[in-house]
């Protein structure tokens, strides 16, 4: 069974920096492509960032140059260093497989805020 566990989030001001991390079980992080994904209130989910099994990364264009996507395959975790942050930024943080489907399932995330 898969089991995804955000934590990270917080509450700061425009221009700060948060660091999010994402432990997993069930999943092996040194085989499945892991990403990063967000939803703000009342839109949809949206994809953030990847990292394949290889290490190669890729980022929605708003984040890009700001948004730090990694992780530790001895751990099982990923991570976002997340810098420069913007209002806009604030959404609640999931991490997953890069590969989702209506029947995946979703941790319960980490609520990031960003004040102006």
């Known amino acids: 069974q898969v089991q995804l566990a955000e934590s990270g989030g917080g509450l700061v001001q425009a221009g700060g920096s948060l660091r999010l991390s994402c432990a997993g079980s069930?999943?092996?992080?040194?085989?499945?492509?892991m990403a990063w994904y967000r939803q703000a209130p009342g839109k949809r989910r949206e994809w953030v960032a990847t990292i394949t099994s290889e290490g190669a990364t890729y980022y929605v264009d708003s984040v890009k140059g700001r948004f730090t996507i990694s992780k530790d395959n001895t751990k099982n975790t990923v991570y976002l260093q997340m810098n420069s942050l913007k209002p806009e930024d604030t959404s609640v943080y999931y991490c997953n497989t890069a590969v989702t489907t209506a029947a995946t399932s979703w941790g319960q995330g980490t609520q990031v805020t960003v004040s102006s």
């Open positions: 069930g999943i092996a992080f040194s085989i499945d492509a």
